[in-house]
């Protein structure tokens, strides 16, 4: 079965300031890959998606995330978070193909200061 | 049109009753699920049913228990509710062909067990 794993379970930064969270992945096969966010009081809602072709794909508000399979990664990054990107950050993986059941990382929770 | 609704959004009971919470989604989709967030906003998922298979993950107490009337809904019963079942449900769907896994979240149902 596969697994997901996000490294850093709080980060706090300022506003302006780069953000990175980790997201690695065990699963020996061709996999989907996600990030989703929730904002506090809210429900998820899909960031960004990767499915094939070019690794690196862009997300709604600035996000954006490389799929490196050689690490089993797919790193969530955003050159100026804001303020309005408080929230938790899930990390999610699915195996192409078949009956399967997407698995998600434990999260990250993110807090921008003003 | 909300995609994915549930109800009800608060549910406060007492341990020992049982409680239904509805979902329905309005996509078309052909797989359901059903996740579970705890207080440290830990997604597991609970089930996964679509119209050929329900994928039930073997840690789930067997007092829980999803039920289907037609594609479009998945009711979630509980049984002889206990406090450590008091959390945050979700209800997701996605479809099953094409690329897939993309779940879409309703906003979430929060359980109190007193």
């Known amino acids: 079965a596969q697994s997901v794993s996000q490294h850093n379970h709080h980060v706090i930064l300022s506003e302006a300031a780069s953000l990175e969270l980790g997201c690695n992945y065990s699963y020996g096969g061709t996999v989907n890959l996600f990030w989703y966010v929730q904002y506090p009081g809210q429900h998820l809602q899909l960031l960004l998606k990767?499915?094939?072709?070019?690794?690196l794909v862009k997300g709604i508000k600035g996000f954006e995330a490389e799929f490196i399979k050689s690490k089993f990664s797919f790193n969530l990054r955003k050159p100026s978070v804001q303020w309005s990107d408080t929230a938790e950050y899930f990390c999610a993986v699915n195996p192409s193909g078949g009956s399967y059941i997407p698995t998600f990382g434990r999260g990250t929770s993110l807090i921008v200061h003003p | 049109d909300t995609a994915v609704s549930q109800t009800p959004k608060y549910l406060v009971t007492q341990m020992g009753n049982d409680k239904s919470i509805k979902c329905e989604q309005n996509l078309g989709h052909d797989t359901m699920y059903w996740y579970k967030q705890d207080s440290k906003k830990f997604l597991k998922i609970m089930f996964s049913y679509n119209n050929k298979e329900l994928i039930i993950n073997e840690t789930v107490p067997n007092r829980f228990s999803p039920k289907s009337p037609d594609k479009a809904h998945l009711n979630l019963h509980i049984n002889s509710l206990e406090l450590g079942d008091s959390a945050v449900y979700f209800c997701?769907?996605?479809?099953?062909?094409?690329?897939?896994?993309?779940?879409?979240f309703g906003e979430g149902s929060r359980l109190t067990v007193l």
């Open positions: 990767y499915f094939s072709g070019d690794p």
């Open positions: 997701a769907s996605s479809r099953q062909e094409g690329p897939t896994g993309e779940l879409f």
